[in-house]
Structure formats: C-alpha cells, structure tokens
T-cell receptor, first 114, second 113 residues
C-alpha cells in the first residue's frame, strides 16, 4: 500500500476564513511533507516533518500553519490567505533510511482563495 | 539557478514506440534521481529511481539511464501506451536527512494511438 490520502479534494475559501487541509498515510513513514504546486510548475516544498517534529520550513508565510498530531496525520491550517495562495496543495510521505528519497504523494487539495 | 532541467516541454510519440524523456542537472552532489508521472488535478506518482552510483535501473516498461559524466539522465518507456500520456517530472534528491527533492519543470508526453 503506497497510498497517501488528502481531504478535502477541493476547497474554496474567502480571505478572512480559517480552514484546514488534512493528510493521512498508513505506510509507517516517519517523514511527511507539504508542497504547493501552481499550474504548469513543479511542486515547491513548504514544510517537512520528521518523527512528528518540524524539520524544515521553507520561509513559508505564517498564514500557513502546519501540524503533525501523530505519525500518520499531517494538517495544514490556513488563515487570512491571499488570492495568490490559490494552488494545488500536495502532501507526501517517505521512509527514513535507504528509501528516504522516494516520496509518495497524495492526490492534492485544489485550493481557491476568493 | 535551475539545478534540474527538462529542456523539452512536450513530446509526442506513436503508440508502441519508445518514449525518451531527458533531464540534465548541475549539482554533482545529488544522491538519487527520480521520475514522477502526473495526470491533471492529481498528485505526482512515483515511477522509478536510480542511485547516483548506478547507471541503469529497470522496472517493467520503464528504464532510467544515468550518465554522471554528462550530468544527464533519461527515462525510456517501451512500448509507449496511450495511458502513459501525462506530465513527467525529473527530480533529484540532495542526500540523507535533507528531505529535499529538486524538481525539473516537467515534460508533457502525448502518446498517439
């Protein structure tokens, strides 16, 4: 099983809303990632959690707030977003060790900020 | 500066023929190279990877070749099928504990029936 699930599939929110994106994996992976992907561009890394601790924050604005409640779940809390934050948000996970480089992606949440 | 480059934005191939997707990189310290396939409105799907110490890795219809001296890798798909039509991303991994995948901009493959 190499499945990473994400909810919701689509999300439309206003600039004053607060919403959360959810990601789940049951592969026993201990590294989890959030990426942002704009149309016709490659994915851009936002955050990395390793063993439920935030390891990397790629200078992401504070209106994006990640959370890793346990080894299977990853959330991304959204508040006061801008229209330019509209994008496909991808969650990924990987093992530690020799297969660490193989990141498995979820289907993404298509976010539209109005 | 782009460290991973896919210079062909698109490629069209006849069904049953070979598809060859190319990727160049500049950082000789990359540990692994990967290929992902992406359909519209879906997440990237991991296809195949190769260690920097190898020159070939094969998995079914997919083979990746690595030429370290030229800093070049390629993905061969044989035979190509219409379901292979997607955007293919080349990615490079910076090393243990880095968690960093550097992606190319992608090549859109169209397999014509």
């Amino acid at each position: 099983d190499t499945e990473v699930t994400q909810t919701p599939k689509h999300l439309v929110m206003g600039m004053t809303n607060k919403k959360s994106l959810k990601c789940e994996q049951h592969m026993g992976h201990r590294a989890m990632y959030w990426y942002k992907q704009k149309a016709k561009k490659p994915p851009e890394l936002m955050f990395v959690y390793s063993y439920e601790k935030l390891s990397i924050n790629e200078s992401v604005p504070s209106r994006f707030s990640p959370e890793c409640p346990n080894s299977s779940l990853l959330n991304l809390h959204l508040h006061a977003l801008q229209p330019e934050d509209s994008a496909l948000y991808l969650c990924a996970s990987s093992q530690h060790g020799t297969r660490e480089h193989e990141q498995y992606f979820g289907p993404g949440t298509r976010l539209t900020v109005t | 500066d782009q460290q991973v480059k896919q210079n062909s934005p698109s490629l069209s191939v006849q069904e049953g023929r070979i598809s060859i997707l190319n990727c160049d990189y500049t950082n000789s310290m990359f540990d692994y190279f990967l290929w992902y396939k992406k359909y519209p409105a879906e997440g990237p799907t991991f296809l195949i990877s190769i260690s920097s110490i190898k020159d070939k890795n094969e998995d079914g219809r997919f083979t990746v070749f690595l030429n370290k001296s030229a800093k070049h890798l390629s993905l061969h798909i044989v035979p190509s099928q219409p379901g292979d039509s997607a955007v293919y991303f080349c990615a490079a991994y910076s090393g243990a504990g880095s968690y960093q995948l550097t992606f190319g901009k992608g090549t859109k493959l169209s397999v014509i029936p």
